[in-house]
């Protein structure tokens, strides 16, 4: 059987169409509005991901994503060296995505009996589907001070308005002029594809009593 190239391929200033049915094309942002035939691929230019036309409307675009990719066993030795390079791939694939990461440098401080927000950092979660399995890693670094030895100092991570974690410190020490450095690490399941703030808040334990923020950094990425 012999192919006829000429028939096959039409190349266009956007991109490579097959046959008239499908078409292979490239660009910068969403394909999300623009129209091509149902069946077609597209590659991000600016963060490579791959997506497909899955209908006939403009707006039929999605991306494709790792639960897409199908293994099949007949075509390869399923081996204990295969299995492996395969979980090595799929980590890959999403170890490290969507890493965002917002510092800050500044003396502030609160006395109110509410949480203050010193800093926050938006988390930008990419996928195919909203229900789309993955853990995102936050990490909260910075430094603090309060001016009270009889009470305390609350600091926590905010996400979607619910405390993800807290730590309650006393100092003992009624000083003005501490520097204590103390980090926040915690763990998000299934973010929605969407941009989310991450807060990370302070106020005294008792109102009236001064806590101080100077400095933080907040890092978050994609685990799973």
Not at 46 to 67: E, M
Not at 151 to 160: E, T
Request: proline residues 4%; negative net charge; contains cysteine.
């Amino acid at each position: 059987m012999a192919f006829d190239f000429n028939k096959s391929f039409e190349v266009r200033s956007d991109g490579l169409v097959i046959d008239g049915a499908g078409g292979l094309f490239s660009g910068s942002g969403s394909p999300s509005g623009n129209q091509a035939p149902e069946g077609s691929y597209y590659l991000r230019t600016d963060n490579y991901s791959l997506w497909k036309k899955v209908g006939p409307n403009a707006t039929d675009w999605r991306q494709i994503s790792a639960a897409d990719i199908t293994f099949d066993p007949s075509l390869v030795d399923l081996t204990t060296n295969n299995v492996q390079l395969a979980i090595s791939e799929l980590a890959i694939r999403n170890n490290g995505k969507d890493f965002n990461s917002v510092s800050k440098t500044a003396d502030e401080t609160t006395t109110g009996a509410s949480y203050a927000t010193y800093s926050s950092l938006d988390l930008v979660a990419t996928g195919s589907a909203v229900a789309t399995p993955n853990r995102y890693r936050i990490n909260a670094d910075f430094i603090w001070g309060h001016n009270s030895a009889s009470n305390d100092i609350l600091v926590r991570i905010s996400y979607l308005g619910t405390t993800l974690k807290e730590v309650r410190i006393e100092p003992k020490d009624a000083g003005a002029d501490q520097r204590f450095q103390n980090n926040l690490l915690t763990y998000v399941d299934n973010v929605p594809v969407g941009t989310y703030s991450i807060d990370l808040q302070y106020r005294p334990a008792v109102s009236s009593r001064t806590s101080r923020m100077y400095s933080s950094v907040i890092e978050c990425w994609r685990v799973i």
